[in-house]
């Protein structure tokens, strides 16, 4: 905001921010300032209008991108104006929403969506035209990582020399998945999760939350309100992460003097497979965490625990001393490997039955 209001507006930026933490908002808030020249309460000198128009996310000069893939709607060589509806519904209900919130609302669960060289044309078609209100005309690119290389190459050009009044706002969680040439013409932001505090006076103010309720979610959702969201209004998994991690780690545990055991590692990596790949990457997470957890219950920080899987026969405190100094680094290794070939499109099941053997030999390393 500080840059517009002296004039100096970057013509390209790039919002790094983890899930939750309210860059698609920021970017939102942003370009209202720079097409309605004010803030959202500021109605005065005819500005009124312009702020109805961003009050739905619909000002002809505000311009969206974001990943999608075909559906049962749209067949083949799909682009963002294909979803316009839904993506104005999704962003209206909950703007911290995560991508696999997203890929859910458009029914593409078991696909990865990208930003294509359709996109990529579609944006310069835009941009090429004068703004509809004479202004500024601004390109709010979601999830940039998922613009494949095709794309990206399309824009380049564009991006370091934009049309007269154009701005770019890209917005990503993952600033390692985007190329070279795209970083070196951005101006980089970097966002933290939002603080305990932050989102305890949401939690209130916006939600109704119980201020006891609401200090118990914001402890746990460490600094993702989209996660807030879910815990405050108890929307569950849809799949048995919990679980899942708790059969994977006995099997690991056992397969290491029982070698028939590994049929049940095999068994664990077909199920695992058969889901979509953002679940896949999801559930990594989540057992990463999950690790997290038990080694900090090893080091006797329980006050800095907030996950307890409630599966039966379980209990973190005896799985913890399993995870110590000598074996987290190559667990997480190994998980964030497995997050990176998946998003690559391996072959799930290989990938998850060489990820489960390695782990029966790193669980019995010794503190």
């Known amino acids: 905001m500080y840059s ?125 035209l004068k703004s509809f209100e004479g202004g500024y005309k601004i390109m709010i690119i979601w999830m940039a990582e998922k613009m494949n290389t095709e794309a990206a190459n399309k824009l380049l050009k564009l991006l370091e020399e934009p049309t007269e009044k154009t701005v770019f706002i890209l917005i990503a969680e993952d600033e ?15 966002f933290n999760g939002l603080s305990e505090n932050d989102m305890i006076q949401g939690l209130i103010e916006m939600e109704n939350c ?36 708790v059969s994977w780690v006995r099997s690991a545990f056992k397969a290491n003097k029982n070698a028939r055991v590994v049929s049940d590692l095999v068994k664990w990596s077909d199920e695992i497979s058969a ?18 957890q038990a080694l900090l219950l090893n080091y006797n920080a329980p006050e800095l625990v907030y996950i307890h899987p409630k599966v ?10 399993f995870v110590n100094e000598n074996n987290i680094l190559d667990i997480f290794k190994e998980l964030e490997d497995a997050i990176y070939h998946i998003e690559r499109n391996g072959n799930a099941k290989v990938i998850l039955t060489d ?7 790193l669980i019995h390393k010794k503190s």
Not at 39 to 61: I, V
Not at 70 to 87: H, R
Not at 355 to 361: D, G
């Open 312 to 321: 039966e026969g379980f209990k973190l405190e005896n799985f913890a001393p």
């Open 4 to 128: 517009a209001r002296n004039g100096r507006i970057p013509h390209a930026q790039l919002f790094i921010a983890p899930e939750g933490t309210g860059a698609l908002p920021m970017a939102i808030a942003y370009a209202q300032y720079i097409i309605c020249q004010n803030k959202a309460d500021d109605n005065e000198g005819g500005k009124e209008s312009c702020n109805l128009k961003f009050k739905d996310f619909q000002h002809p000069d505000l311009h969206f991108v974001f990943p999608v893939a075909s559906n049962e709607e749209v067949k083949s060589a799909p682009v963002s104006d294909d979803f316009l509806s839904t993506w104005f519904e999704f962003i209206k209900n909950n703007p911290y929403a995560s991508l696999n919130d997203w890929y859910e609302a458009i029914e593409i669960q078991k696909k990865q969506g990208n930003i294509s060289v359709h996109e990529a044309g579609n944006i310069l078609k835009k941009l090429s």
């Open 355 to 361: 990820l489960s053997i390695k782990l029966t030999r």
């Open 275 to 292: 889901i979509g790949r953002e679940k896949q990457k999801q559930f990594l997470n989540h057992c990463m965490e999950l690790f997290r």
């Open 176 to 190: 390692k998945a985007i190329l070279q040439t795209i970083l070196s013409r951005c101006q980089l932001l970097h």
């Open 210 to 245: 119980d201020e006891v309720d609401a200090h118990s979610i914001a402890k746990q959702a460490q600094g993702n309100y989209n996660k807030a969201l879910k815990l405050r209004y108890n929307v569950t998994e849809e799949y048995p992460f919990d679980e899942w991690f």
